[in-house]
């Protein structure tokens, strides 16, 4: 659901409508967020600058947390931010790229680190660059969607609308007309299980589920056209759909843990038959 946003410290941060650039405005901003547990590292100590850069790291992510720093905002040079927190340059840049991982920063032309737009699309792309980077596990991932999907759907059984209900009822339904064509099932079923991440209402649970439903797909590919599959999927998707449209959370568990189920088995099936190939 959405929420309000946080409010900013002090009414000057709280208009501000463009990043911050002024020397005494990050001088403020980072005593707020200074603290004594950030001690000065001791040379070559690299333990201690790990975890000062760690403890760097979370108080610049508590200032984004508390509006103290907001999407846009320019942050100071390096050697500002080493003056303001006491620590080297080294340090710094350790919790500068923890950061720039996590996409909350992002290095802009001139060295100059800024807060991203934070959509749920840009903090997980980490998350999808792990999946696409490693072994495709399918225990791992099934276990994933199913902790993932199922809590998905039920919140989709419980807030989506009229409309988004009647969405979700007709890409399950239009599915009959593509037993035959793979390709075709295969762009309605991107659409389904969007509208079902649309009915939640949750972002970040729906960037989650679009992650995983990502991962796998070229023996996906091979599953759909394997005599049998998309029938059967078609036939759980309106049995989610239906659960969803009487409003029924337990239902539409049931039916989509099913679906999975399917999907997996299906998966390992279709990565047997390439590996014989």
Not at 6 to 26: H, M, W, Y
Not at 50 to 56: A, D, G
Not at 131 to 136: C, G, M, R, V
Not at 227 to 234: D, E, F, L, P, Q
Request: glycine share 6%; proline share 4%.
């Amino acid at each position: 659901m959405a929420r309000a946003p946080a409010k900013l410290v002090g009414e000057t941060i709280a208009t501000r409508q463009t990043p911050l650039e002024s020397d005494l405005d990050f001088s403020t901003l980072f005593a707020q967020a200074r603290k004594p547990t950030v001690k000065t590292e001791a040379p070559g100590a690299s333990g201690e600058r790990r975890s000062v850069s760690e403890q760097v790291a979370h108080r610049l992510l508590s200032m984004v947390k508390s509006g103290n720093l907001r999407p846009g905002d320019r942050l100071p040079t390096e050697q500002q931010m080493g003056i303001a927190f006491g620590i080297s340059r080294p340090a710094l840049r350790e919790a500068l790229k923890a950061l720039s991982l996590m996409g909350i920063l992002e290095s802009r032309q001139g060295g100059r680190y800024s807060v991203t737009d934070l959509s749920p699309s840009r903090l997980i792309a980490p998350f999808n660059v792990m999946l696409s980077t490693n072994d495709f596990d399918v225990s791992e991932h099934f276990e994933a969607r199913i902790v993932v999907d199922l809590e998905l759907v039920r919140l989709c059984a419980l807030r989506a609308t009229p409309e988004q209900r009647e969405r979700i009822m007709k890409h399950a339904v239009d599915g009959r007309a593509f037993f035959q064509d793979p390709v075709g099932f295969r762009l309605l079923d991107i659409e389904f299980h969007q509208s079902l991440n649309d009915g939640a209402d949750n972002r970040m649970l729906s960037a989650m589920a679009q992650g995983l439903y990502d991962v796998g797909l070229d023996i996906r590919r091979v599953a759909s056209e394997m005599k049998g599959n998309i029938k059967k999927s078609v036939t759980q998707h309106i049995e989610i759909a239906e659960a969803i449209a009487n409003r029924d959370p337990v239902k539409a568990k049931q039916a989509y843990r099913r679906h999975l189920e399917h999907v997996r088995d299906t998966t390992i099936a279709a990565m047997r038959k390439v590996e014989q190939n």
